[in-house]
């Protein structure tokens, strides 16, 4: 994205120009969906999509923040001695959130500054614009104010703001793959104790596309705390018998020889999902080193049936775009990506057949479900990180 239309609206909206510009992606999961807060595995990437800021600082203890994303809301001001939530302030939270925290983690915030942001994420389609802006705002000060803190800790703290300033409990996966992300590679993170590995990614003549469902799904509000809560349960009952921190150390085995031990039927599937899945995630490191894009497709499908079946967070949307695209030639594999209940789904696909791709499936989706599903070609990308400053006439 040009970001000199950026510095027009800051120059604009603050009477002078900006003096840094920022950048952070949104992610995929490639696989390992629903294993994070289960300790296993997960296999995300950044993407290209993603947030930009432009911003400078300010010599009072004042921060104003304007969002082309949400031109109603005008720019939001605060102090940097009132960092509590507050519902007016809409998505400003985020960004407010990780003020507080990095203050609180002991870095010298000793100004206010000014910024325009502008994300190209579609919102609400699960692609993480949360942790993308919470990253961003990460590496933003991190820049304008020279504080040097470690990725690794600027990554838990997007996570503390997710969980605690926003009150949505999901794992570490978003923040990590926005922070970590490295150009045409997935990470392959154990959530459990964050050791990770970059995989090669080789896609030399296939097309990762992403599709929206364009159903928006708000994860606060969704089934998540009862999926996790569920999770929850399931260990409980295994822990009568088997010394265990976390469904994903279970391998397969394990799990079959145990669920006897999980009173309900739900919970049980809950279970075998958050088992399997992670063993998946495993397996597709193992087939993506090899070179074996259809193995690593055939997992991506299996990966689908059991968020389908056994976790039910698909939903007729997702299910609609991911059976039409398994109908599609050139389709290595296809699942639903994020935390469900609408958003998106991805799909692994031959250069050549994009085009086709792209009308066959949206054709499909339009008959079943009404209205028109949205395709994104998605490249992989690097992590939050600083850019190049662009000129602009005054």
Known sequence: MNISPLNKTFLDLYGVLPKQAFFA????????EHT??????VFPCAITYGTYAVARKREDQLVRL????????????????????NKDHD??????????????AGFQIPNGFECVIKGNIPNGAGLSSSASIELLTGVLLDGLFQLEIPRLDLIKIGKRVENEFIGVNSGIMDQFAIGMGKEKAGILLDCQTLKYVYAP???DHHKIIIMNTNKRRELADSKYNERRSECEEALRQLQKKLSIEALGQLSEQEFEDNK???????VRKRARHAVYENRRTIKALKELKA???????QLMNQSHLSLRDDYEVTGVELDSLVEAAWQQPGVLGARMTGAGFGGCAIAIVANEKVENFIASVGA???????????FYVANIGDGAKEIEMEAVDE
């Open 201 to 203: 990614i080789q896609l």
């Open 36 to 41: 994070d807060y289960n300790g296993g595995h």
């Open 260 to 266: 006897h031990l999980i009173t309900n039927e739900v």
């Open 364 to 374: 499909a989706y339009r008959v079943k479900i009404g209205y028109e599903a949205e």
């Open 66 to 85: 304007y969002s082309e994303n949400f031109p109603n809301k005008g720019i939001i001001e605060f102090h940097l001695n009132e960092l509590d939530y």
């Open 25 to 32: 992606p949104g992610r995929i999961n490639l696989i390992g």
């Open 91 to 104: 998505w400003a939270n985020y960004p407010k959130g990780m003020i507080r925290y990095i203050s609180e």
């Open 291 to 297: 070179g074996n894009l259809v193995g690593f497709g």
